[in-house]
């Protein structure tokens, strides 16, 4: 009986004195990290924990107190501040295309008034700094890697050239995504000038690395309205150049060549648009006799409205706000406006972490598919002051009034995952009596006269490419349209498309999705001859009428 007590005291002065040592190693590293004027090296580090003793397997570890450093007094103001402004930097360098890479030695000079040429003394172009063009390389060869599909449509034709004196105009988002896009138009006989439909979106490298290649880009990250319009002026007007094909991500360029240059827009051969606002603007042309060019209307095809618009939002939305807000999903009242493709992508990912949706809609199918998958339909003005995030998706403008603003609780968060920046009334927010506090890249407190504070991301503009980065698969999808969708347009026969807006052709939406599958080693079932004939389709396809909703 006298061995198990001798046995437990020794136990006890050993325990004891690791614990003693344990917090001897605590102070060393706290004096360390503490102190203002001394540097730890990597040497004192290593030994700083090497000297932490290591415990037996099967024994309990004693738990020591944590070393309870307080400071005397909170920053200042403007220590807080400066503090604030460090944790913001080193945030947004750290991240995707909301945080693409930044050279430290960039100045704060616009674009506009710096000379840069090429490695091939050409200087046809405006990007932020064109020393960036390696590192942007890097990013367009790791989206290359996930855009199979689209680089297999790239060598299958590129010995056709079916593009072939193809000038193209594009103004979309600028990101590795898109320049793998740019690449393969180039590849297929196109001459390219681009420019970008979003002022945050654009990643710095890759518009340098397309610069370098030869490609004619005018963008940046941080343009102001002013910069916008100058781009795609620049990219419309060159000497010796002129259009013949329009890409287009919203409507702007055509908007833009449509009224300054009626002269060149009548001789484009065809427009290429992938997003609600365009298509919804193209339409409205149509309408009044004054759209003199075939349009095609990328934004509906299947792929993608499912793909780019519902998969993508599905992921991007949880991407941005958490880059921007650090926000903890689980518990918060959510309202989305709009239940379109874009908000069931967006109310999915939500409630999967735990959020309480609600739902706002004009339209009685889309809110009854809302009341069907479990979310409440209600309108804004009815749970305004008790939500905690306000997201917009309608396309439309001024979803979101100065009135709803300033009865939202402190603290709430709005932004926009539509792709016009006019959902939410911003412009009624620039007022004397409002003040803006910028927190971090794309992210501003709105503070009201009693200090309630309105977290507004992206000053209203589309959250998931101002803000993180979206899907790579995802885009290679839209792409794809993108490039057959130009192809079908510059080579179709002189009377197949009138001047008016047409959706792809079911069989090539069909061919998008299936050069996609073997990325999932995804094996069709093929019909026999005599299912075909029963269900009166051809073996191939298209296998659903163009009247059918996915």
Known sequence: MAEPAAEAK??????????????????????????????????????????????????????????????????????????????????????????????????ETSPRDKT?????????????????????????????????????????????????????????????QTAVLIETLVALGAQCRWTACNIYSTQNEVAAALSETGVAVFAWKGESEDDFWWCIDRCVNNEGWQPNMILDDGGDLTHWMYKKYPNVFKKIRGIVEESVT?????????????????AMNVNDSVTKQKFDNLYCCRESILDGLKRTTDVMFGGKQVVVLGYGEVGKGCCAALKALGSI??????????????????????????????????????????????????????????????????????????????????????????????????????????????????????LSITATTQALALIELYNAPEGRYKQDVYLLPKKMDEYVASLHLTTFDAHLTELSDDQAKYLGLNKNGPFKPNYYRY
């Open 357 to 474: 949706v609600s739902i706002t809609e004009i339209d009685p199918i889309c809110a009854l598919q809302a009341c069907m998958d479990g979310f409440r339909v209600v309108k804004l003005n009815e749970v305004i002051r008790q939500v905690d995030v306000v997201i917009t998706c309608t396309g439309n403008k001024n979803v979101v009034t100065r009135d709803q603003l300033d009865r939202m609780k402190n603290g709430s968060i709005v932004c926009n995952m539509g792709h016009s920046n006019t959902e939410i009334d911003v412009a009624s927010l620039r007022t004397p009596e409002l003040t803006w506090e910028r927190v971090r890249s794309q992210v501003d407190h709105v503070i009201w006269p009693d200090g309630k504070r309105v977290i507004l991301l992206a000053e209203g503009r589309l959250l998931n490419l101002s803000c993180s980065t979206v899907p790579t698969f995802v």
């Open 116 to 176: 840069q040429v090429n490695s091939k003394g050409n200087s046809d172009f405006c990007v932020k700094n064109i020393k960036q063009a390696e590192f942007g390389r890097r990013e367009i060869e790791i989206a290359e890697q996930d855009m199979s599909a689209l680089i297999s449509l790239r060598k299958r034709a590129q010995s056709e050239k079916p593009l072939a004196g193809a000038k193209i105009v594009g103004c979309t988002h600028i990101t590795a």
């Open 278 to 294: 365009g298509v919804h603007r193209l339409y409205q042309l149509s309408k009044a006799g004054k759209l003199c060019v075939p």
């Open 10 to 107: 020794l136990e006890v002065k050993q325990a004891s004195k690791e614990v003693k040592e344990s917090e001897n190693v605590a102070e060393k590293y706290s004096a360390m990290t503490v102190s203002k004027n001394s540097e730890m090296n990597l040497g004192e580090l290593s030994a700083a924990f090497s000297a932490v003793p290591t415990h037996k397997p099967g024994k309990k570890q004693i738990q020591f107190v944590e070393d309870k450093q307080e400071f005397s007094r909170f920053p200042t103001k403007a220590g807080r501040r400066s503090l604030s402004r460090s944790i913001s930097q080193s945030s947004t360098d750290s991240c995707g295309s909301a945080a693409s890479y930044t050279d430290s030695s960039d100045d």
